[in-house]
């Protein structure tokens, strides 16, 4: 079964209001990533994180990594209609090199204009 | 630079019938996947190759084959289609160098309907 549970699975937002997926694993990753899926389109990575605690920000998106790197947050402030889409966070278990990630379920965002 | 090509982009099929997806990649990548999409499920990985001439078994294999038997190329059978396989099916591919932690990129998908 899926092992790395994302929350919410659908989120409805007024544009200009702030947005937040949640991932969860069951078990420690080595690092995650996240990707946006636009509708009709296919996923496209956002960023990496790699380090327990870690925070990384792209212009209104910030990523975080748990302490103990069994979670992960995005964060979109101030929402824009071109937020729109699925978000996906992906987690590698181990030291395994050929790259496998889970995926979560994915948050799909809607934003009202 | 085409990047992941996937071919065809849409295909209905009866059930039992049979056929192949292909990806195509011009970015030198070793390492391909095949997943599948469906509503609620996020993305599913169903095998995976870690260079020319290795394939292998990955979350949801049943029911579909593959081969790698070019470098730039990596194909999704389908024997025998049935219904449970409507999908929408992605293709990725990643480099092997540096680190272990280098982005997927995906093709466009297949649209699949069995019916």
């Known amino acids: 079964g899926q092992q790395v549970m994302q929350i919410p699975q659908y989120q409805h937002v007024q544009e200009g209001e702030d947005f937040t997926t949640y991932c969860n694993s069951s078990t420690t990753l080595s690092n995650i990533q996240w990707y946006k899926q636009r509708p009709g389109g296919h996923p496209v990575f956002l960023i990496q994180?790699?380090?327990?605690?870690e925070v990384k920000k792209q212009k209104r998106l910030t990523f975080q990594f748990g302490e103990a790197k069994k979670n992960s947050s995005l964060h979109i402030t101030a929402t824009q209609t071109t937020d729109v889409g699925t978000y996906f966070c992906?987690?590698?278990?181990?030291?395994?090199?050929?790259?496998?990630?889970?995926f979560g379920q994915g948050t799909t965002l809607q934003v009202k204009p | 630079n085409a990047g992941v090509t996937q071919t065809p982009k849409f295909r209905v099929l009866k059930t039992g019938q049979s056929m192949t997806l292909l990806c195509a990649q011009d970015?030198?990548?070793?390492?391909m996947y095949w997943y599948r999409q469906d509503p609620g499920m996020g993305l599913r990985l169903i095998h995976y190759s870690v260079g020319e001439g290795t394939t292998a078994k990955g979350e949801v294999p049943d029911g579909y084959n593959v081969s790698r038997l070019k470098k730039q190329n990596f194909l999704l059978g389908l024997e025998s289609a049935a219904p449970s396989q409507t999908s929408v099916y992605f293709c990725?591919?990643?480099?092997?160098?540096?680190?272990?932690?280098?982005?997927?990129?995906f093709g466009d998908g297949t649209r699949l309907s069995i019916l």
């Open positions: 970015m030198n990548h070793e390492y």
């Open positions: 994180l790699v380090k327990s605690g």
């Open positions: 990725a591919s990643r480099p092997l160098r540096g680190a272990v932690n280098q982005p997927q990129h």
């Open positions: 992906a987690g590698r278990r181990g030291s395994s090199n050929t790259g496998k990630l889970i």
